[in-house]
């Protein structure tokens, strides 16, 4: 029987040897697009995986295929890989509005799937494929990608140990200058980031989200914030902005025993654990509230430096070779889809309140 | 007759020779606590002013006001300063629930007012001491000292010769550990210094305020995130916290010509200007939608060195003396105040939308 | 006849459409190690190169030549190359100690030689190449890639413009921890990139040169500094250090009108041009003298992003097949090697003064 | 009998109880240009100072102590404090080519005597100082302020707990513009600080020096560089430039075990220790010699925030009241002073090999 489990340290090199059973799971992968590439050349490099094909509508993709991966068979239509019995899984690295119809038809012709996140353009999207994958007993990994980073790894270890103590608050920047997407705002674009790391860090579900913004340019909001009401008075937010001149992916997590700040754009130390931290120590009337500042070393633990996806990948392969329930399955995908979901309706009252 | 002007860019060193009259502005200072000690120190420096006397109901604080001053007169009752015949105006540098009363009482003496920001704790106590000093034709000075700092000059600079363009957005990262207050929330004790930045910057007045935050040690919100919207699609975003590990100052601008970013605690370059941008050029259909992406190069204006408080205390003096109002007047300090007002409402009801 | 001309702004875009006569020159690659996979990858994208083979005595590089680009012949014995009526141009990308063999054995085959920095071991072997492809009349391309980064060349044009004044220094820092070389110390493995800047920016030849520095772990200088004497009181220098527990790459240029600062490492704004200087203006006895700074604006002007190396291998090309003489020809290759025996020389002396 | 002791963490509290005995130390201090008024607000906050006067030349520099200090007594001639029965030690400010005379005078007339950096013009002038304050029994501390920093401070004690392990090397980079001295040149002027600190840290002595540089505009070297040579293989460096656009101020320190970094122009974590290292573990035949990277975890040490100079001056009250020798001594001063003899010796014959 599946069981939920935390990943475990996957041992991302390529193993010469098969799995005891001599299995290797065979992926078709559609779209080729701008993380497509990433997602092919981890595959091609997996050894518990035969890539079965590469599926593009444009030629151009195609060619690019063809140049980078000269022995891959490529295609023009996905119906050749979602129906082939040659192929166990498929991976949907398309735009968004297309990840349904794709996800549905490969479970239903048997295949486990990864679909690029988010995971679906609607909650009730995300609840189907959810119910089929189960019926099917197929397994769904929508791609966190940042689950799998040294980072997040290493803050999910800091707050299992209790080092940061409860959490205050969790804040984001992810602002660059573009790209702008023609079919999602920035929010569908950039937040889902955020989104599936909180879920996975943060132990609470959020209970309710604000969301303002503003569109200047093709009708999509193009800087926006989201706030997230969490229980036991965690607060989380994300700022998120195509119109920035300076690209930033800065977030601050305070606890009440330690505060972070994980930079994701510098190359050495971009965690950096501060031992500081405020605690009111009486309240003998308000104007005798003590407040202790506390400020003591800072600390850059040492990463993982391996990629992202080839760890993801391989954990997928896993999850299905072992019948394990990845931890970022289709419910999780379903709660980054809901929140973003209730972010756009809030948007579109600006601000107004929205219960998840 | 009293105009409404740009301050000029008074001539901070000094004057070794009274002004033209033979005039001196006579002041009396309340309140010698976190900032008093920089306002006591200007206007001691002020060729034009004569520091009639400090007042503070602490002990400690006297001595330290004779220490550092031996020739200036301390006293404990503010009653002493607000009566005397020899002074003209009153600088209050005191708690934000303090102010109403005694600017109330300077002015009912006779006496313009310097009032240390937020102006009042209340729109009603600011509308009041408006109009008591019109009626009594006495200068009111809110102290929003970053008007008067040389990145906060250089910025209004390049919106005026309309180098910026269109104006997109306006973003602030202010945060830092403590200093906790125990009678405001994070709000009003760090956003008066964003919000008094937009209302000289932003030529339209905002409309509605969103403000979502949580308290998590003494019943003050101590992280808070405010969004403002503006006419035109401007859109501001405000976010305060006093338990961030690491110190904060930086304000994103995005024009539809150039962007900007100010970083205020760099000692070199702390305006960063950046030729970069976004345009949509055509849109046949939603997937021709053509973004356009312009980077070039970045140009770091010098900025003007002198101490903000320097210039803003020289031109308050200034403003008195040529019966002039000065820009940070009595309706901009109001105008923060509803800011202000507005923000806690909105938090109260956890991110309502709030009309100005 | 050839012409010494400074190198166009080559298109870089890979040309659909050979050259009018159709030519294209056949590149053989000895080496691919290190640095080897990029010249492969370049002259595999330039339209009017044709990559006739890559030479490497270890099978596990041969392999990963196959693995990333499955259409080019591989092969252990250089000789196959080196004498092929098929080859028109051999790159030599092969420890320093085996250059003069390898190029000497492409010229007299009648071969094009781009040979990777440095030159050769010895400025006896570097000269005997210079004067053997003169008498063959074929190119000597030395790979000091640097020289076509977007940050050298707006170096180049700000000095070309005499926007920076008359030097006054170049100072480089070239700091990490590894990678120890086991054949040469630290001089010969990260200062030839300096000394080929050096010797493309500034236009007088150094005089004499003066080295120090420590071996620690393996018999090889880890740690050293450079001092170069120029006429005209132009300084340079160059600290280089395998030890470092941080990589620098930051080099300081003194102009009398400007200054600037390249800072190699960073995405956006490497090179900054500082408008900072100092005069002196009166010299009325010693005590009278009068220094006056300038400090004004500080600009980041936009670099080209095309990649060094293809741009190099580019103009090489180009330099071929229309007969003209690389910048960074096999007597600039020479000039550095001097320099680096200079160095050695000053070194094993403790710092002794070594005219060039 | 005094002894040579490691500076207490000393209590930098103003100690509001005389010592024991009752004791004050009455200072008078010559000299209030640039960094005299440190010295004086210090000496005027230390409880068991008595400040007896301030001399300066400058009618000017008069008036700016009275107006900081209305309290102190004020004076032109500094025989009135060099030869007064009320003073008991006699701070030296001055430029360093009177500081012979007037340590001279002081200790001819009995007083302990704390010398700004540099001790003295030459070697031969340190010495007789030395020896004549032997002789009489009095102390000398040579103002090496940043001994005293946290930063110092906390790196002395990784070299005492041999956290670092053996030294690999010392290389400091301290360049900025201006402010040009019209007396010495950049070494003289900037290397003091490094040299002392390396005095102070490195506990073997240093052999022999070299020094480059040049000089541009007003005939003493604007720009240099210092390599010493010391046993075991310890290499030391120093950049010192007054051409430089940037400021900077940053030390690399190479041990065998650690390596840090000290920038001292951060506000916070000025000092970066990391687990970095190099190992060679093998030599079978030169081509098999195995490099070790060792790369783990970065950690910045909370450092002690007090004000260097006030823990200086404090100790050297405790070092005269308890007849201790200071770390900073005559000694100490008269080391820095030759290492500076021996680079200006070894710069005028552009890096002469000058043994100490």
Chains 1, 2, 3, 4 share one sequence.
Not at 179 to 187: A, E, P, S
């Amino acid at each position: 029987m599946a069981t939920y489990v935390t990943p475990p340290d996957t041992t991302i090199v390529p193993q010469r040897q098969r799995n005891g059973r001599g299995e290797t799971i065979r992926f078709g992968v559609i779209g080729y697009g701008y993380w497509g590439p990433n997602v092919v050349r981890n595959l091609d490099q997996i050894q518990t995986v035969d890539l079965a094909g590469v599926c593009d509508m444009s030629a151009l993709a195609r060619e690019r295929v063809q140049k980078a991966h000269p022995h891959v068979e490529v295609m023009s239509d996905p119906g050749q890989l979602l129906t082939s019995p040659e192929v166990d899984a498929i991976a949907v690295v398309t735009p968004v509005w297309t990840h349904f119809e794709l996800a549905k038809a490969a479970l239903e012709n048997g295949k486990h799937v990864f679909v690029e996140k988010p995971f679906a353009s609607n909650s009730a999207q995300a609840q189907e494929l959810i119910e089929l994958a189960e019926k099917k007993n197929l397994k769904i990994m929508v791609d966190h990608t940042f689950l799998f980073t040294g980072a997040v790894r290493k803050i999910r270890q800091l707050l299992d140990e209790n080092i940061l103590g409860n959490l205050y608050y969790y804040d984001s920047t992810r602002v660059n200058l573009g790209l702008f997407q023609h079919d999602v705002n920035v929010i569908w674009d950039l937040a889902p980031h955020d989104l599936s790391i909180m879920d996975h860090l943060i132990q609470v579900r959020p209970e309710a989200i604000v969301a303002t913004g503003q569109s200047h340019l093709n009708g999509h909001e193009d800087v926006a914030f989201i706030t997230l009401y969490f229980p036991d008075k965690v607060i989380a937010h994300v700022n998120v902005n195509w119109l920035s001149p300076v690209k930033m992916r800065t977030t601050l997590i305070g606890g009440e025993k330690k505060m972070l700040v994980w930079n994701d754009l510098t190359t050495d130390e971009q965690l950096r654990v501060y031992d500081k931290g405020v605690s009111i120590t009486s309240r003998e009337g308000v104007y005798n509230l003590l407040v202790n500042y506390r400020s003591g070393d800072m600390w850059a633990p040492k990463l993982e430096r391996a990629e992202a996806l080839t760890r993801e990948l391989t954990y997928f392969v896993e999850c299905i070779t072992k019948d394990e329930i990845p931890i970022n399955d289709g419910k999780a995908g379903l709660r980054v889809v809901k929140m973003l979901e209730a972010s756009t309706k809030s948007i579109r009252q600006k601000g107004a309140l929205v219960y998840l």
